[in-house]
């Protein structure tokens, strides 16, 4: 049965990345049977070249790609005296409806000397409202045990600026995860910035493998101050509360660990 | 089918200044450099090259792409009615292209790559040849990829063939632009992911304190909570700003300081151009009134103020007297004053005129999203015309517009945010910034051209044209609609009369252009409307054009900052032969205009005897007579 559902899941995945990946190739006028929008000058001039030049000139209004890559959060964190490093960045390509979009975040800890959390998530993305996209695809967990999701989320701007992110995750296994990330920016100066952010973890079954239990298993709440020496690059410190809930909460503590703390940041925001 | 493209000889006269950083045109050098006025230098053939060379902006030491090897370019100087040759040379190793801004050129002539040719190709030498039917000052610049912003770009001046009813003793040429440092597809890809790197004035915590402490904490916050709510920013003025870009005026920076002289007394021309890429400016000169006499390159009744907006693309023409011995600030200022450039007309050369400190940045307001109730309290000056619709008291010859107005559709999605709720005319407006200076200033309302309109014609049709965009995704479009998507031009048959209002669903101004046709202004000026061939349209603002579609041919219509058409708001329009189906143009004109209405209306054979100057103080200059035109030439 399980091996059934991970074959289900992975397979319907693999088929919507890919069928997504042609998507990504914006709408333009060159090559197809359409006839041409306008082609007076071609009294003029070779209409072989005009039909190039007109395409390339429409593409060049509007339908060019670009890409993006940007480290939200490079940090060190700092919880009682234990140092970890946490890193959560983003990258696409794409035009301003369809991109292909791969997200990494996890942590590394140095007592450990070892990545304990790593994943790697590629997406489909597609713009449906002015704000947010819809985004669809793989989820693969490096670390700790090499699982497979599968994803389904938006991500946008919600009214009054708030930047969200949030996303359903089903692995291959067949658990159901989310997870929400929902950020703020304060502009205390134009480049010294306070942004509170929030992210809350929730699974709708117990999940031994990964200590977690059913519910809101946890939360971080964190504000950083960012100074942007350049827009691109910016140097942050910040605090943050960690914490886990419910029957997640009571697996950390029957381990001997804390549910919650708070923990010092200090890191770089940075994007090209 | 015949090729118009020429592959001339190596005997281009195209070198005068390759390489050399230090050498500007001579229209353009300062004062200090020997520049005392322009001569009346005037040719029919000219040798264009475009290349890339260095240059040095304030000091620093950059790469530009350019005609001739300055920037600006050569002044092209040619008299009405001749007909030119222009020979453009690319040596570039991708494609250039020169369009003639505001000229009424054949369509094939245009200088559009897609649209009206393919394009100039490495290597190839491009001729253009035309007569135009007008004078003035006009520009030129590459409609080329981001090539514009590096430099690629000059002004035009036409003489009129006859007396030119502008009189004055001394003539300057003053090109405004912005100069990054930064590659322009750089910049373009910042704004396309990041749209808001360049904004340096967003509203802070430290004002959202003061706002309380003076409105009042509920009220500020409500404020700050429709914006947020609506996910804009009132501050959201010029994409691009003096984060990255120097102002310049004839490539000098103010730390450059291009300086011009005058005898005092002496009326003193400038020709003004805004050659930005992206910049809008306020431009002033304190304690130094200007009257407009020209607005892109049309004559205009002449209006004294004291400070006017300019768009991209947009030229006035203004009369400065200076009758002291002192040098004056000639001063651009961006419209969301991030930066500005100064300039000094002094009586000697070399003067360097105190700058003035830039003003506190404007903050849009309600009536910019077109979309509050309770904007009348927003500003004394709105009310008088700010309610009044485009048009209203324009005579339409009893047609009903609502019955044949072509209202568009605008496609909604990810590209639209908003429509504007309730637009209105700002034509009343001073422009962003400049509602409450303490001094006169420009609005389109008081524009009277000079000459009475030729096509008094009321519009047979109204088309709408939606101004609209996702500043946080930089998409920029016509109807929702980029013209990467556009599958249909807009459609206007030769003779007809058109009325195109537009619609700025957008929170910024965009200075539209179209080629190939002026723009005559629906602002109350019965049949002395102004003609334009750019004009700006304020956030939340209905404005309409009347168009005489004369020229047949397939035309650029864009916004004319670079980014925004570089994002997709850019239409063609398509004049399509007379198939018989329209009435002979000119129907309400005796036969004898009709010679001259086949060339624009822009018959410029001045009947200043018959108008009636005494309404408009010109300060008794004689302004037929262009006897005391005193050239002070160094050519």
Redesign the interface.
Known sequence: MRQTVRTLSLGALLAATLSATPALA????DGDD?PA?????D????PA??A?????????????N?W?VMADRFEIQSLDGEETGVWDAQGWYGG??NKLFVKTEGEYSFEGDEVEDAEIQALWSR?????WDLQTGLRYDVEPDGKAHGVFGVQG?A???FEVDAAAFVSEDGDVTARTEVEYE??????LI?QPRLEANFSFQDVPDRELGTGLTNLDAGVRLRYEIK?EFAPYVGVEWQGAFGETADIIEAAGGDAQGTAFVAGIRA?F | ????RQFLSTSLQAGLALGATSLLPAWSLPASRGNTGLSTLTGNRFDLKVDRFPVTIGGRSGMALGVNGTVPAPLIRFREGEEITLNVTNTLDEDTSIHWHGLLVP??MDG????????IRPGETFQYKFAVPQNGTYWYHSHS?LQEQLGHYGPIIIEPKGADPVGYDREYIMVLSDWSFEDPYRIF??L???SE??N???????DFIEDAGEKGFGTALEQR?MW????MSPRDIADVTGATYHFLINGHSTADNWNAVFNPGERVRLRIINASAMSIFNVRIPGLPMTVVQADGLHVRPLEVDEFQIGVAETYDVIVQPKDEKAYAFTAESIDRSGQVVATLGPRPGMKAKEPALRAVPTLTMKDMAMDHGSMDMGGDTASGGMKMAGMDHDMKGHDMDAMSDSAEVKR?????KLAAMPMSRLDEPGLGLEDVPHRTLRYSQLRSLEPNKDTRAPEREIEVHLTS?M??Y???FDGV????????IIFHEGERVRMTMVNDTMMNHPIHLHGMFFDLVNGGGNHMPRKHTVIVKPGEKLSVDITAEH???WAFHCHLLYH??????Q?V?VLPNDGRNKPMSHDHPPSHKASMQMDGQDMKHEMSSHDMGAHDMEGHDMGSHGDHKMGGQH
């Open positions: 914006q709408h333009s006028h359409s929008p306008w082609s007076q000058a009294a003029y001039y070779d070249e005009m190039e030049a007109r395409a390339q000139v429409q593409h060049h209004a509007g339908g060019q670009f993006f301003d409806i713009a449906i409202s002015p704000y701007l009214p009054y600026l304060l502009l205390l100066t134009q480049r306070l827009r994007w | 089918m015949v090729s118009r369509f094939q559009v790559p897609g649209v009206t040719f393919p394009g990829g890809k910042k396309k992911t990041m790197t360049y340096f004035s967003h509203r802070t915590v430290p909570a947020g709510g609506m996910r999605g990810p590209g639209v945010t996702n946080e995704r998409m920029w479009s980029k013209f990467s998507e556009v599958t249909e031009p047949v041919g397939d058409m570089h994002a997709g708001m850019m063609v398509s």
